[in-house]
């Protein structure tokens, strides 16, 4: 099973990206999925997730009001990027976590499934 991470590129501030994650089967109805970042010399941060159901989602305050994550079934996880920072130049990465609940977990170390990453880069 593996998540295919798309979408990223050069923008400029202000600009806006769609990043993709698509899963190889069918299997993530039980998973919550999550965007993480990663900048040079910083720790990975989560970003947003949505749960299992769909209907519980969560964002990093640095990107609330610009940042909209959507699950549109278990395969496709997208995250739309408004209005987007330079200090939003990362690495990102989608994960999905199994979740007996439904609920969104903030930790990298609750998912053990992630994509390969995509590169985004704001230029000022």
């Known amino acids: 099973v593996q998540l295919q991470a798309s979408g990223g590129g050069l923008v400029q501030s202000g600009g806006s990206l769609r990043l993709s994650c698509v899963a190889s089967?069918?299997?993530?109805?039980?998973?919550?999925m999550s965007w993480f970042r990663q900048a040079p010399g910083k720790e990975r941060q989560f970003v947003a997730g949505?749960?299992?159901?769909?209907?519980?989602i969560a964002y990093a305050d640095s990107v609330k009001g610009r940042f909209t994550i959507s699950r549109d079934n278990a395969e496709n996880t997208i995250l739309q990027m408004n209005a987007l920072r330079p200090e939003d130049t990362a690495i990102y990465y989608c994960?999905?976590?199994?979740?007996?609940?439904?609920?969104?977990?903030?930790?990298?170390?609750?998912?053990?499934?992630w994509g390969q990453g995509t590169l985004v880069t704001v230029s000022s």
């Open positions: 089967r069918r299997t993530f109805n039980d998973y919550s």
């Open positions: 994960a999905a976590g199994f979740s007996r609940w439904d609920e969104v977990r903030g930790s990298p170390n609750e998912y053990n499934i």
């Open positions: 949505v749960s299992r159901s769909g209907r519980k």
